[in-house]
């Protein structure tokens, strides 16, 4: 167990809807990082929080957004979706520029 | 951006042998590591290893950042090593601290 937790684990939805991803990092950490796995792209960077400060961006589409709370919490929002989105989205928090620790990812289903 | 390959692509042995996996990448790194992605899609951390040599039970790996390459050697395997097998590093000259992951090289390990 990574400390990272990831909810909800699996999303099955519908094209043209929005869904939103959470995460909470490992106590202590103040990045947190979402990443995307697909079967033709693999695992790819999406963006990255500090302290509730964007960090960097990655080849996140126009229609997901991000953001991190007060409390570390990290919460990624997919928009308008298509069938191309589904795929397994990470999250992962650790402290720059050291080891990233993931989660267990939840799997998002577009139909 | 930099560019992570790993090598071989796919990998099959027999339960008890060795192995070596590679990766290599194109610019100077703050941080790779190695994961293994088993069945159920968890990403597991290997080693957190931006440079020298590491070993945790039957798994070592090798960073040798002026050539820009690191190897991952496993022994004796087992089928509980099958999976797939990541590279990721993060460059100096990266704003933040995002992980660009390598094709990751697959194993089957067989009874």
């Known amino acids: 167990d990574s400390g990272v937790t990831q909810t909800p684990k699996h999303l099955i939805t519908a094209t043209g809807q929005r869904v939103t991803l959470r995460c909470s990092p490992r106590s202590g950490d103040l990045s947190v990082y979402w990443y995307q796995q697909s079967l033709d792209q693999g695992l790819q960077f999406l963006i990255q929080?500090?302290?509730?400060?964007?960090?960097a961006k990655g080849n996140i589409l126009e229609r997901f957004s991000a953001q991190q709370f007060p409390d570390l919490h990290s919460e990624l929002n997919l928009s308008s979706l298509e069938l191309g989105d589904s795929a397994l989205y990470f999250c992962?928090?650790?402290?720059?520029?050291?080891?990233?620790?993931f989660g267990p990812g939840t799997r998002l289903t577009v139909t | 951006g930099i560019q992570v390959e790993q090598s071989p692509p796919d990998l099959i042995l027999q339960e008890g042998a060795n192995s070596t996996l590679r990766c290599n990448f194109s610019?100077?790194?703050?941080?790779l590591q190695w994961f293994h992605q088993n069945p159920w899609g968890q990403l597991i951390n290997l080693f957190y290893i931006p440079s020298g040599t590491k070993q945790n039970g039957r798994l070592s790996a090798t960073t040798v950042a002026t050539e820009r390459y690191s190897l991952l050697y496993i022994s004796s395997s087992q089928t509980t090593d099958s999976g797939v097998y990541f590279c990721?590093?993060?460059?100096?000259?990266?704003?933040?601290?995002?992980?660009?992951f390598g094709g990751g090289t697959r194993l089957m390990v067989k009874p």
């Open positions: 610019d100077s790194v703050n941080n």
């Open positions: 992962a928090s650790g402290t720059e520029p050291y080891e990233q620790y």
């Open positions: 929080y500090y302290n509730g400060e964007e960090r």
């Open positions: 990721a590093v993060d460059s100096f000259n990266n704003a933040g601290n995002m992980l660009t």
